[in-house]
């Protein structure tokens, strides 16, 4: 089944690119230039998610958040707000307002599609794609496989976490704390140089050809992350 996507931007050059890039990835868009015409087009079609930017014509994002939010048949849609609204406050109030994400304005399409897939996985899975494509590298979460450049990868099961967990957010910057809640879980007691090693075989298992092209950066001082150039 085709995911729907509601876009509600109106900026009408971004709301192309928008519709171009999610439609050249297999979803079914629509666009809204204005707050109460979203709510229309909700009212209309119910969509399986809604990208919404923060600062709509005539009624604000934040206000058509709380608006779905407050509709027993919307309450769950999922939203991923879109905004040039950098600071944590205003993070922080679009999230509490019931943003499933946020992404701050310029975003990559890469990261986008990636941040889409997670929020549809959580929130409905059966919507989400069972595969993970980044560069040349594919997951198979169903056959529980991977490839780069056509090659199988073999991976023990916790740098297949490891290596899931960053194609989900592919050019994001991971402490090791951070990987460890993600991966290994918040109620596990695991020393954080533990995700040097695992780091290191996930590094070793992907290097395919040229090692230089591995994709998994370390962050001095900070990570570590997928290289966006995949």
């Not at 666009?31 to 119910?46: F, K, P, S, T, Y």
Request: glycine share 8%.
């Amino acid at each position: 089944m085709q995911p729907y996507i509601l876009v509600m931007e109106d900026e009408n050059a971004l709301a192309t690119l928008l519709q171009y890039n999610l439609e050249k990835e297999g979803y079914d868009v629509t666009v809204a230039a204005e707050g109460e015409e979203g709510m229309l087009q909700i009212d209309e079609r119910q969509p399986d998610l809604v990208l919404l930017d923060w600062m709509l014509p005539k009624l604000s994002g934040i206000e058509v958040c709380r608006r779905i939010r407050g509709k027993a048949e919307t309450r769950n849609l999922p939203i991923i707000m879109l905004t040039a609204r950098g600071e944590e406050s205003d993070r922080v109030r679009g999230l509490d307002t019931g943003a499933d994400d946020y992404l701050t304005k310029p975003f990559s399409m890469v990261e986008l599609i990636a941040r889409i897939r997670a929020v549809l996985r959580r929130i409905r899975p059966g919507l989400a794609d069972d595969r993970l494509n980044h560069g040349d590298i594919i997951i198979d979460r169903v056959s529980h496989r991977v490839k780069r450049s056509g090659q199988e990868v073999h991976l023990g099961p916790t740098e297949f976490r490891l290596l899931d967990h960053f194609m989900q957010h592919p050019g994001r910057v991971f402490s090791r704390e951070q990987l460890l809640d993600a991966v290994w879980g918040s109620d596990v007691y695991v020393e954080a140089r533990t995700v040097d090693v695992h780091v290191g075989r996930l590094r070793k298992a992907l290097a395919i050809g040229d090692d230089s092209a591995n994709p998994i950066r370390t962050v001095r001082s900070a990570g570590y992350s997928l290289d966006l150039e995949g």
